[in-house]
């Protein structure tokens, strides 16, 4: 088939770089002139396992191209899929400017049949203004249909989520439509689940808020392990092994962050707020979510009294691991709280430095992680990377001022780390520390 992606972000880069891959033949579009010249010549503006190769390859097989032409794409393909970004307004409410004006910019362009679907998150109804949009701005009879199919990838594994989906969700309001998306996703052998659009809008909205919903839960219940010396570690495996609950999403942390789990959050707080229901529990979620943080923080000060002039080692700065993304990352955040206090940094992660330097000021940020413990008073393992599971303790030891350890995201095991003369304090695991 012949299809569209507008918006050459993370989910537009995915998708299309998977659905060329797939043996369609794909358009990306986007309007920041800079990104498309830098793709056409196999530059990729994000860190992601995999991409670079699927979309090199993909533009050598000629299955893949960019522009920055919406007329271009949208001539030349039946499915446009609309993958802008979303991003949150100062209440909360998701912004979309970036819809409006791609819907706008598709009715220009439309000739004959074509299917519309809308790839980003988006708050229920926003299928029905995008339809109303196209029909008020064409200029001609073609006929075409708006859809919504919600992604469902997670950074850093966005390439096997896309390929190997749990489901595939279909909102559509004509046969034309699913026939179109049942074919184009035949290939991924997965269950589709065909809804109207609304439901299909909501059943993303509904989804992550779910699974934000089930991380602040294991996060509450970590303070509760803690204050009573219970361990959430075992308690999330004695609740998760009943296959209603499930082990997935009940790490306990420092709290969520990225893209996408704070915005949506907002959003749907919103959209229901403005619908005429209050939504207590998605409130407390995000509630929950910030008390993390700021538990973390007092938790550093009770270790180690004072945080003026201390040497504070930070591993880990993306939202989560195999990502450079450090939007809403509570890495970042603790890490400007520290340094509010007078704290001096030291830090390292393996792809998110680059990022992390434009919005951290004052930082040391160090080639490997053994410098950045160097002379530190305290290490806090913020990002659970896979290269944090298999350092080398006993020199870390030698090379702290002070060997004490925080950490975030409960990736150590308290005996060893004391066995190699630390002190270790985890969340929600018992062990205080001191
Ligand atoms: C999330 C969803 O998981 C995807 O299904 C969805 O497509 C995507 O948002 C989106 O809407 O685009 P993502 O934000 O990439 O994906 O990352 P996740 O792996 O879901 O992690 C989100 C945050 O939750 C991270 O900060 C992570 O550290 C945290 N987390 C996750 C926990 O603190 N505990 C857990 O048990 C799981």
Known sequence: MNIAIIG???VGLVSGACFAELGNRVICVDNDAKKITALKKGVIPIYEPGLRELITINMKKKRLKFTTS??????????????????????????????????????????????????????????????HTIATYKKNKAKFDVASNPEFLREGQAINDFMHPDRIVIGVESKKAKELLI??????????????????????HASNSFLAAKISFINALSVICEKTGADVIQVARGMGLDKRIGQSFLKA????????????????????ERIGYSFEMLKAVKK?????????????????????????AVLGLSFKPNTDDIRNAPAIEIVKALQEEGAVIRAYDPQAMERAKKVLKGVNFCADPYLACKGSDCLLLMTEWDEFKELDFSKIRKLMHRPLLVDGRNIYKADQLKKAGFKYSAIGTGGSGK
């Open 70 to 131: 919406i007329k271009e794409a949208v001539s030349s393909s039946q499915i446009i899929f609309i993958a802008v970004g979303t991003p949150s307004k100062a209440g909360g409410e998701a912004d979309l400017t970036g819809i409006e004006n791609v819907a706008r910019n598709i009715a220009k362009n439309i000739f004959g049949y074509r299917l519309i679907v809308e790839k980003s998150t988006v708050p229920v109804e926003t299928g029905e203004w995008v339809k």
């Open 253 to 272: 942390g420092i709290g969520y962050g990225g893209s996408c789990f704070p915005k949506d959050v907002d959003a749907f707080i919103t959209i229901s």
């Open 8 to 10: 050459s972000g993370y």
């Open 183 to 204: 074919g184009l996703y035949g290939p991924l052998n997965a269950p589709i689940v065909v809804t109207d659009i609304k439901s299909a809008e909501l059943i993303k």
């Open 288 to 312: 929950i979510n910030q008390q993390q943080q700021e538990y973390f923080l007092n938790k550093i000060k009770n270790l180690l009294w004072i945080i003026k002039d201390k040497r504070i």
